[in-house]
């Protein structure tokens, strides 16, 4: 009894956190760019001396879904995103470069571009863009910033920096658990010709119906670990009640 009680609890923690998992996707279903995880379970060995007699169930995250989410048109200038495989630099909190899809930029009171996080946007030398007092802001279709200075009589657009933008192979991509996409390639990316869409932003790839989906068919294997614990426990008192009998 007691292989199969470890093996049914084994699987009821390890069911609940595969549900941890589908609400996260689904809570941020409606997060621009949010790329969601995928879920997988596996038979796991138990180590020790011995013959591995005891077998648990294993829930692991192999991969993240990097598959592009829809384009949703904003009409604001510093709304930008990529196509294709493009992906935008960003700094994240712990000083290395993350990558975007698209990003929803703005000012910070020191002139700093800035997405949606507090980001700084990371020009093609792969240093913050720092934008002087401006009228009007313009992102390129290559990543170009042009803007008009603050007094500027004539109205001419000057031509400041350019985005960082870079195009990785999606083997070479990784979400850690921090969130953030970063490249674990051996070889570092160079600037890339990618084009990029202003006034828009790319929604999140999170299927809702089959995230819902998915939370109703893990429940059901919740509810059928537990029934199995029940079921181990009821045979356990009535092997006892045989032992007595002797």
């Known amino acids: ?20 998992n589908n609400a996260n996707n689904l809570a941020n279903a409606n997060t621009d760019g949010f790329k969601q995880d995928f879920n997988q379970f596996r038979a796991q060995h138990m180590q020790g001396p011995g013959w591995n007699s005891r077998t648990y169930a294993l829930d692991e995250r192999p991969a993240t879904d990097f598959s592009p989410g829809a384009m949703k048109v904003t009409g604001r200038d510093l709304d930008i995103a990529t196509k294709e495989n493009g992906y935008i630099g960003i700094l994240s909190p712990d000083g290395t470069e993350a990558l975007v899809r698209s990003a929803s930029m703005h000012l910070t009171p020191l002139g ?5 996080g507090g980001n700084a946007i990371l020009n093609q030398g792969g240093t913050p863009i720092t934008i002087p007092p401006a009228k009007s802001i313009k992102v ?10 603050a ?8 031509v400041l920096d350019q985005i960082r933008l870079v195009e990785p192979e999606i083997k070479s991509l990784q979400k850690g658990v921090d969130g953030y996409i ?3 390639g051996e070889q570092p990316l160079a600037q890339a010709a990618v084009t990029v869409v202003g006034g828009a932003l790319e929604t999140s790839n999170v299927n809702s119906v089959q995230a819902l989906t998915n939370m109703i068919e893990l429940s059901r294997k919740y509810e059928m670990q537990i029934k199995m614990m ?3 426990k009821s045979h356990a008192q009535k092997s006892d009640s045989l032992l007595k009998l002797g």
Do not use: C, H
């Open 230 to 232: 029940s079921t181990s």
């Open 1 to 20: 009894m007691d292989r199969m009680l470890y093996i049914s609890m084994s699987g009821a923690k390890e069911v609940m956190l595969s549900q941890a």
């Open 182 to 184: 970063r490249n674990i």
């Open 151 to 158: 007094g500027s009589a004539d109205n001419l657009p000057v």
């Open 112 to 116: 700093e571009l800035v997405d949606l």
């Open 140 to 149: 390129g279709n290559d990543g170009t910033v042009s803007f008009i200075p």
